[in-house]
């Protein structure tokens, strides 16, 4: 987000704007927490994770009320165009704003990569870098302890973390939300991998998969067949969460900011910039709140080749 906010602010000054940020998201926008940002506000937050402003949820945001006193602090600021970053709730209320004739552009911003309009997320690559590298790292107390260990990553509606870290590192089982799988059936898939000869085996759960770690767990240590699986859990948790950003995301962050002011340039509003097939894309805002995003087919068509 950082990043993020840094492309806008210096690609709005390039244009002779004026740059204003608003502190703890929404909750900033309905109270007036506004502040004038230059390019010194902004110097050194490329390699800095989290968002300088703050964030915060608004619940409060979801009242039509509430979105009319944002619009109407906004005109009172003498503000002409607003940047939402963040995932599906920034932008539903991005489109919330933008329906009330205020000029609106969203950058998506979420490690869990759902948002349609775009192929990846801002924040997604460094959340994979940070799961991937505590796999790598338990796998080493796998194969030195010959034991079974349950890696439970974020993504309560979305598989996607889970799918594409598991993938990449190497697990025998990987969980999602968005496939339903009998409990059994992955036990075995598990159990499998002993059978054939391994001395380890890792799973890569997200935490909104219908059997989670902790479900998981609890079915293989009530079950005696599955007594060879010695199953210990890990949860990352909020650890992938934050970090230094990679160079992917900081070389998306700051083609999506700059894209966000062209997009105010030309007069092109109600709209979520993105990255898709490689190319920076504009869609519809209307159509990204309204349009669920699902899993690459060909990620899950690899796993199924791949997986032993």
């Known amino acids: 987000m950082n990043a993020t906010v840094r492309a806008v602010v210096r690609s709005a000054i390039r244009r002779g704007w004026q740059a204003v940020g608003i502190e703890s998201g929404f909750i900033g926008l309905l109270s007036g927490a506004f502040r004038s940002l230059d390019s010194h506000d902004v110097s050194g937050l490329i390699e800095k994770g989290g968002i300088f402003l703050g964030t915060t949820r608004s ?36 489109l919330a704003i ?22 990846v997320t801002i924040g997604v690559d460094t959340a994979l870098n940070v799961a991937l590298e505590a796999i790598d790292r338990i796998k080493v107390t796998a194969v030195s302890q010959k034991r079974a260990f349950l890696v439970e990553v974020m993504g309560r509606d979305s598989g996607y973390l889970a799918l594409a870290s598991g993938i990449a590192g190497g697990a025998e089982l990987i969980l999602i939300p968005e496939i339903e799988v009998d409990l059994e059936a992955a036990a075995d898939q598990l159990l499998g991998a002993y059978q054939r000869g391994h001395a380890h085996a890792i799973a890569v759960v997200a935490e909104g998969a219908r ?17 060879q699986i010695r199953l210990r859990e890990t949860k990352l948790d909020y650890v992938q969460r934050g970090g230094v950003p990679g160079v992917a995301d900081r070389l998306m962050a700051s083609y999506m900011g700059v894209a966000a002011c062209e997009c105010f340039a030309r007069g092109e509003h109600a709209v979520l910039v993105g990255m898709v097939a490689g190319r920076v894309a504009v869609t519809g805002l209307p159509t990204v709140v309204s349009t669920q995003k699902v899993l690459d087919p060909e990620l899950l068509r690899l796993w199924d080749e791949l997986r032993d």
């Open 59 to 94: 619940p409060e945001f979801r009242q039509e009320q509430a979105q009319a006193k944002a619009v109407e602090n906004l005109r009172a600021h003498n503000i002409t165009g607003l940047v939402v970053i963040g995932g599906n709730g920034s932008q539903a209320g991005a």
């Open 211 to 227: 059997y989670n770690a902790d479900a998981f767990s609890a079915y293989v240590a009530a079950n005696p067949k599955y007594a």
């Open 98 to 119: 933008a329906q009330r004739g205020f000029p609106v552009v969203g950058i998506a911003v979420t490690i869990d990569n759902d948002v349609f309009g775009t192929d």
